[in-house]
């Protein structure tokens, strides 16, 4: 996969090329590049690229980090001409080119600082009762920065996967259903 800076993206996606956003559709909803296609990163497989017209694509996510992680599936899927976003949406943002955001509303916070938040309280939680309760407690925070280098290292976050399954980070028809089946 090629990697292009958010100016090469602009003018491939100005000459045709499709543009995919691999993020949640959290995410998508709050903020995306006009003219995106959602297709998240785990839905990615060999039936999306026969759908596609113009066979030149160009993916993206919020910091690049998921769309590297997404190239075995992207390239097993028969995308034959595929690019990506370096850097992402936030590197799209910083070249100051057009973002569509939700009706004029504040973001809310992305599944990137709702990990450091919890990350954050998870650690401080942990330290302050080690030193109240129990030095035995200290393992609390030896676990999660082991997790933290786990995500680090396959590129992979399980607190964040686990956080986009949170009811503030789904949509209203994607609660519904779920309630739905709950009741089913």
């Not at 785990?42 to 590297?68: E, M």
């Not at 850097?87 to 080119?97: D, E, K, Q, T």
């Not at 954050?120 to 997790?147: N, Q, V, Y």
Request: charged share 15%; hydrophobic share 45%; glycine share 8%.
């Amino acid at each position: 996969m090629d990697r292009l800076s958010p100016e090469d993206a602009k003018r491939q996606i100005d000459d045709g090329a499709t543009l995919i956003d691999i993020r949640s559709q959290k995410e998508f909803a709050d903020a995306h590049i006009p003219g995106a296609v959602l297709l998240p990163a785990a839905l990615i497989d060999a039936d999306c690229a026969p759908q596609i017209k113009n066979g030149q694509v160009v993916f993206y996510c919020a910091s690049g980090a998921r769309t590297n992680a997404a190239r075995p599936a992207i390239e097993a899927s028969g995308f034959t001409h595929a690019a990506y976003i370096d850097g992402g949406m936030n590197a799209w943002r910083s070249a100051g080119l057009p973002v569509k955001a939700a009706n004029g509303k504040a973001p809310t916070f992305d599944i990137q600082r709702q990990v450091q938040i919890t990350v954050g309280i998870l650690l401080l939680i942990s330290t302050t009762l080690s030193f109240i309760l129990s030095p035995m407690l200290a393992i609390a925070g030896a676990l999660i920065g082991a997790g933290l280098l786990m995500a680090g290292l396959t590129g992979t976050c399980m607190m964040a996967t686990a956080l986009m399954w949170m009811p503030w980070n789904r949509s209203k028809k994607q609660n519904q259903i779920q309630r739905e089946n709950a009741h089913a």
